[in-house]
């Protein structure tokens, strides 16, 4: 490892500057990826150009300005000051986005799955001959199934292109992995409460606020960039932070009460307190009785909901629990009882955020300073296309009247319709799979290879080698958001606001935007109406036109902030408020979960403990690291290459476990690890769990740098609880043992 870990920073706008981020931020980094670069190079380097993008390392989607050298070589990546997202300043990994583009073990050219004396192998491609196979097997599958057969996975920016082709083709089944495997169920607690989303950013207020309770979110470490900064600021303002995790995250670092809890009795902790809230009178009553209804079916149901009753499970101290209660009340309204984002837990996390979304109306925090604000996004008109063909079937039919309350596509339910299953032959004979590596992002593995399986065909659209790629019957190279436009960002936020990615240099080897790989394949497809424009670049001006601006323009500015167009940042005092909900109010007593078959009041559900000798497998975020995608990127790498086992000593000293050891795991379902795992024996994590960041253990042999390294959670992450309301793949029901002699276990995985 080299001495450059301690190197990294939010970097501030220009070379080597340091960013006058406070306590938090400086913690997780030290100083640039930037300064290494500038290092190399020293006094030599005349930056000439500079072209806006938006980061694509994260979906937090920061903007930012690409600057060359004078030979036209990328030389760093920093953050746009107009934008909202990152006020100009780039999280390490945005700041090292550019060892994607830079990465020699890149896709270079299509490859097409083919057999050569007997054996399977890519053979390399033309673009027009890899997207005819495509073109050719789309048809095929439509004529023989169905338009409707094909299904397309995409996270990030290619979602859209890819999307339009497929509602022209004639298929909504299109989803992504951050719905059902990240944030569905706050999405659907605070719908089925609020009448409206959280949405991403997240409309929470943390600039503002006073008291922060963050449950399993892990700030700091979880680098969301303008929350990170935001929540950086608030500490330096003396706001009280709140941290309930059964590990001593960064953020329990920084917070006033860290609530150790034992993993799986949240919502123990919620209920109880709601219950002291209530109980003690402690909550908005103004608010309560103006915009709620149910409070009294409420009341009873917490009744018995104690402190000392969630003492016995969360193993949280009653006057802790009461002592956080009161804190909250004091700051309220300006309480975030932050809805986190990977909330797919333990399979009842709708019900655990609707507890979430109860306690922010009790504080009367939702749409008040401090706490949730309200916010904008704005109205961009779409180029004009014929109306979209409708299929026969749309998604939520192939998971056959389950999910009822998911508002978006549930990306297992797609896979799981495509394993044949008695008559069945398969509701899917097609994927395009866009930016996600289904096999670390999915749970349960070998139910994705299944669906695979029975595939007629297999797209795989990246930018690496990845696990996934290996099973394709086509891989098709995108180049990285450096080199290409995409779509307009349009997000919500206090302000409206647009930011333009455009590409900064020419993609490598022969690579090609998703944009363009979409309208391509349409062309052969017959679909070219759904894609009117020459090129990219007129339909973005179009569009940038009817917002009073232009290609031109966002070329020289990158980010433009729209006024509101009404003053309803935050509700005014005493203002009626009409929701989006059944009674037109917010939901503490939940007609739609009521509806739907759901408890309509947010219960406490007991999981499933550690068998003896075994420890629950907890995962989350490294500052410099992005789920899988990051892990073979070289300036990421210089930083973190492996991820590392956390066990409490405990737990070391009982099966003799060292730091830095190598041990193999094991899980209920007897899946070991196909790579060891490195100790780390520390007191900052409970002795009833284990954990890992999650993205490592890749077994690609083609990433150079990640192939082997570390362990791969998602390969252990074989009993999956489904969420029954909206789908969500409940991730953190299983459990490890440790198998310290690794090189036997080599032998016995081979037999
Ligand atoms: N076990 C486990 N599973 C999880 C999680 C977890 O913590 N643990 N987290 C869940 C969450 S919160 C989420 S949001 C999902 C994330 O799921 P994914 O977004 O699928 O995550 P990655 O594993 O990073 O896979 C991204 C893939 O996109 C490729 N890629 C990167 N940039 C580009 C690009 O510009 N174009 C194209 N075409 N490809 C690109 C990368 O090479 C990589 O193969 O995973 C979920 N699944
Ligand atoms: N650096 C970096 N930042 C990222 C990402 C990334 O890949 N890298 N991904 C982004 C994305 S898409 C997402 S969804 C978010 C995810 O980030 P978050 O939503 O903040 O967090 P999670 O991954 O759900 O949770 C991780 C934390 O939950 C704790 N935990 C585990 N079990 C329990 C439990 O039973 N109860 C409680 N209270 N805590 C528990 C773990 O110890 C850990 O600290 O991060 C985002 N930010
Ligand atoms: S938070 Fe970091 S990785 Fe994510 S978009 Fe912003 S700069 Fe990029
Ligand atoms: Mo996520």
Known sequence: MSTRRSFIKISALGLGGIAAAGGLTRMAMGSSVMDTITKKTPGKEKLLHRTPTYCEICFWQCAGWVYKDDEGKIKKIVGNEDDQHCNGRFCPRGTGGIGQYYDEDRLKTPLIRTTIDGKQTFREASWDEALDLIAKKMKDIAGKYGTESMALFSHGSGGAHFGQLLKAFGSTSIAAPSFAQCRGPREVGFLTTFGDIIYSPERIDIRDTRCLVLIGSHLGENMHNGQVQEMSDAIDRGATIITVDPRFSTAAGKSKHWLPIKPATDMALLLSWIHVLIENEW????????????????????????????????????????????????????????????????????????????????????????????????????????????????????????????NEVVANGICDATIPT?????????????????????????????????????????TMPIELTGYADVVLPECTYLERYDMIRNSNHRQPNLALRMPATEPKYKSKPAEWIAKELAGKLGLSAWFPWENIEEMLDWQLKKAGTSLDEMKRIGVKNFPRETDDLYFKEGEEVSFNTNSGKIELYSSDMEAAGFAPLPVYTAHEEPPD?????????????TFSRTANNPNLTDLM???????????????????????????????????????RVTERIRWDSVYMVHGFGHNNPKLTRAFGRGVSDTELITRVHIDPAMGGTGMRGNFVTFITDINNTEKEAEV
Do not use: C
């Not at 009882?337 to 939702?366: C, E, F, K, M």
């Not at 590596?437 to 659209?461: G, M, R, Y």
């Not at 099966?655 to 795992?677: A, C, H, M, R, Y």
């Open 283 to 406: 909550y908005d009553k103004e608010y309560v009785a103006l915009h709620t209804t149910g409070f009294e079916q409420l009341k009873e149901h917490v009744k018995t909901y104690t402190p000392e009753w969630a003492y016995g499970i969360t193993t949280i101290d009653p006057n802790m629990i009461v002592e956080t209660a009161r804190e909250m009340r004091d700051a309220s309204p300006a309480v975030i009882i932050n809805p986190g984002r990977h909330v797919t837990w333990y399979g009842d996390d709708t019900q655990r955020l609707r507890a979430v979304a109860i306690l922010t109306a009790l504080l009367g925090s939702w749409g008040r300073r401090g706490g949730y604000y309200q916010p904008e996004k704005f109205h961009l008109p779409s180029f004009p296309v014929p109306a979209f063909p409708t299929p026969k079937r749309q998604p939520s039919q192939v998971y056959e009247g389950k999910y009822t309350l998911a």
């Open 422 to 462: 008695g008559l069945d032959k398969g509701k899917y004979k097609g994927w395009i799979v866009n930016g996600t590596n289904l096999l670390a992002a999915l749970p349960d593995q070998a139910k994705t290879l299944k669906a695979i399986e029975a595939l007629d065909l297999l797209v795989v659209v990246d």
């Open 613 to 625: 000798g075994f420890y629950r497998l907890i995962y989350g975020r490294a500052p410099m690291h």
């Open 641 to 679: 290459d492996e991820n590392v086992l956390w066990v409490n000593p405990k737990v070391a000293k009982l099966w003799g476990l060292e730091s830095g050891q190598p041990v193999k795991l094991k899980n209920q379902d007897d899946v070991i690890s196909t790579f060891p795992i490195k100790v």
